[in-house]
């Protein structure tokens, strides 16, 4: 026989990790911000083309990252909100029973 057990309180623990993960995900993004907009080398057609295909890149980069970091979030949110919902469930399945007896 197959048994199917849920942790509710394991699985908030797993969401509120999984929102912190996406907290430090942002912050290295913002410490290493300077890194991905270098000034421009010299004032000449090629130094700025060059410059500005960097910020392109780098921006590319960051939008890319911090979507990593937005999913992040949404599985901790939908994480919270099924056990919760689990929780809830539970909770009503117990109160059942207890009117039987």
Do not use: C, W
Request: proline share 3%; net charge negative.
């Amino acid at each position: 026989m197959n048994k199917l057990a849920f942790d509710h309180e394991l699985a908030r623990q797993a969401a509120g990790r999984l929102d912190s993960l996406a907290d430090q995900l942002e912050g290295r993004l913002r410490d290493s911000h300077p890194s991905l907009s270098p000034a421009t080398a010299a004032l000449d057609p090629v130094s700025r083309h060059v410059a500005g295909t960097f910020d392109r890149v780098g921006d590319s980069f960051q939008q890319s990252y911090l979507t990593g970091a937005n999913e992040l979030r949404k599985i901790a949110a939908n994480l919270r909100t099924h056990s919760n919902s689990f929780g809830d469930t539970d909770n009503e399945a117990v109160d059942a029973f207890r009117a039987l007896a």
